[in-house]
T-cell receptor
Framework: DAGITQSPRHKVTETGTPVTLRCHQT?????MYWYRQDPGHGLRLIHY???????DKGEVSDGYSVSRSKTEDFLLTLESATSSQTSVYFC??????????FGPGTRLTVT | AQTVTQSQPEMSVQEAETVTLSCTYD???????LFWYKQPPSRQMILVIR??????QNATENRFSVNFQKAAKSFSLKISDSQLGDAAMYFC????????????????FGQGTILTVHP
């Protein structure tokens, strides 16, 4: 299995608080992605990174920001969490080949 | 933008029988990849099978095979000899064939199909 970890694995937070999710990889892959999974929508891309300090928006980026200061870490930040951001968040990595490898997911609940 | 549609929210099959999950997609691109992912209750995303659009031959992986109809933009997954361990959510996904660049590798997913396997 590809070495991808996500932390925390579960989090409950209150509306209006900042939240940061971390994705850590040990594969030295160039590309990293953040997706959210919601019933009826499958997985949707939030942001992605194509190198250190190189990031771009996905289809559901409003309310989220990302940072990648080193190859192995990709952070997803909710500046002010809202109930609509309650979801399961997946990180994925790729070396540029046709397969993406997914992390175990983080379940975030915003009350 | 590409879209992927899975019109079957739920499917069920008897153990040892065959089941087919449907997926359609919309794209203006001629070269791309298509994937089926399995997500068991553990939430882990597992790649089941991939298909390159430029290959006419349908991909197969053991009991899993696809029926790729490029003109119809259809990509169905057939599971033969279904096993209890096949019970999961299945996602169809699309990826552009763009080589390199900043947009490389983004996946567009369908809504998912929950597969139940009855003993």
């Amino acid at each position: 299995d590809a070495g991808i970890t996500q932390s925390p694995r579960h989090k409950v937070t209150e509306t209006g608080t900042p939240v940061t999710l971390r994705c850590h990889q040990t594969e030295n892959h160039r590309y990293m992605y953040w997706y959210r999974q919601d019933p009826g929508h499958g997985l949707r891309l939030i942001h992605y990174s194509y190198g250190v300090k190189d990031t771009d928006k996905g289809e559901v980026s409003d309310g989220y920001s990302v940072s990648r200061s080193k190859t192995e870490d990709f952070l997803l930040t909710l500046e002010s969490a809202t109930s609509s951001q309650t979801s399961v968040y997946f990180c994925a990595i790729s070396d540029g080949g046709d397969e993406q490898y997914f992390g175990p997911g983080t379940r975030l609940t915003v009350t | 933008a590409q879209t992927v549609t899975q019109s079957q929210p739920e499917m069920s099959v008897q153990e040892a029988e065959t089941v087919t999950l449907s997926c359609t997609y919309d794209t203006s691109e001629s070269d791309y990849y298509l994937f089926w992912y399995k997500q068991p209750p553990s939430r882990q995303m597992i790649l089941v099978i991939r298909q390159e659009a430029y290959k006419q031959q349908n991909a197969t992986e053991n009991r899993f095979s696809v029926n790729f109809q490029k003109a119809a933009k259809s990509f169905s997954l057939k599971i033969s000899d279904s096993q209890l361990g096949d019970a999961a959510m299945y996602f169809c996904a699309y990826r552009s064939f763009l080589a390199g660049g900043t947009s490389y590798g983004k996946l567009t997913f369908g809504q998912g199909t929950i597969l139940t396997v009855h003993p």
